[in-house]
Nanobody
């Protein structure tokens, strides 16, 4: 059973940066695509970014493209989300998720396609 644990959230001022980590246990990360999602109160879960199992392909939502960067270190079984130029509207609970895949691409438009989820880490952007 794959387990995912997010960390790195917190309170940051507008324009600031945070790096989220998603540590995976229970299996090697080599055969899983990983995605980052967020959910603000009263809103639907939003797909932000994903990275393929090989790390060769990434995908970003328009709302974060150019500001967020996803990366993975399979040796550490960890995926990262570097978030720069944060805005108040980025405030949400951030989740990482995984699904088994050896495909060269990944997707973020269908959260239900992800089989394993972490508990989330809160990101609050406020002055």
């Amino acid at each position: 059973q794959l387990q995912l644990v997010e960390s790195g959230g917190g309170l940051v001022q507008p324009g600031g940066s945070l790096r989220l980590s998603c540590e995976v246990s229970g299996s090697t990360l080599d055969y899983f695509a990983i995605g980052w999602f967020r959910q603000a109160p009263g809103a639907e879960r939003e797909g932000l970014s994903c990275i393929s199992s090989s790390g060769g392909s990434t995908n970003y939502a328009a709302s974060v493209k150019g500001r967020f960067t996803i990366s993975r270190d399979n040796a550490k079984n960890t995926v990262y989300l570097q978030m720069n130029s944060l805005k108040p509207e980025d405030t949400a609970l951030y989740y990482c998720a995984a699904y088994s895949s050896v495909q060269a691409v990944c997707f973020i438009h269908a959260p239900r396609g992800y089989d394993y989820w972490g508990q989330g880490t809160q990101v609050t952007v406020s002055s």
